[in-house]
């Protein structure tokens, strides 16, 4: 964070199918070298695929899986008298968002043998369940702020 002047966000311009900002941010996560015409492809079929199989639109498909696995807590390290102690701070919804997100993709990338585009298909159909790589990220996550609520009054 610069001590000079504000960080201006930059202004994302939603997706031409689905007319939404997060679906845009979602692309360009899953962008590999600045190629955003094979990514748009990659999450469209995912999506289409993906909401086929739970037989919902993919609008509503994709905000309910990013609501399943964005998480409520996180924990950040704080250094308190020579000792660093692990502190649970609530996550905004913006984070929360990109952490699900990226959790997601990474899980889709762990797979293995089968396209790209069908792993992150499947990656959304197990976030719906409760299931899959990217939920119990969430619920590790979860586990640690709750085992390291004692520390909660370190956060000042």
């Known amino acids: 964070m610069p001590r000079s002047k504000l960080v201006r966000r930059k202004v994302l311009q939603p997706d031409e199918r689905y007319q939404d900002i997060r679906v845009t941010k979602f692309i360009n996560y899953v962008m590999r070298d600045g190629k955003k015409d094979k990514a748009k492809t990659i999450v469209y079929g995912a999506l289409d695929v993906a909401a086929e199989k739970a037989g919902m639109t993919p609008s509503e498909l994709f905000e309910k899986a990013l609501m399943t696995i964005r998480p409520e807590v996180e924990v ?81």
């Open 76 to 156: 950040r390290p704080r250094r308190v008298g020579g000792a660093t102690y692990q502190i649970p701070v609530p996550v905004s919804k913006s984070r929360g968002e990109a952490m699900a997100m990226r959790w997601m993709i990474q899980a889709a990338d762990e797979r293995s043998g089968r396209p790209m585009e069908m792993k992150l298909a499947e990656e959304l159909v197990n976030a719906i369940k409760n299931e899959g790589d990217a939920i119990k990220k969430r619920e590790n996550m979860h586990k640690m702020a709750e085992a390291n609520r004692a520390f909660a009054h370190f956060k000042w």
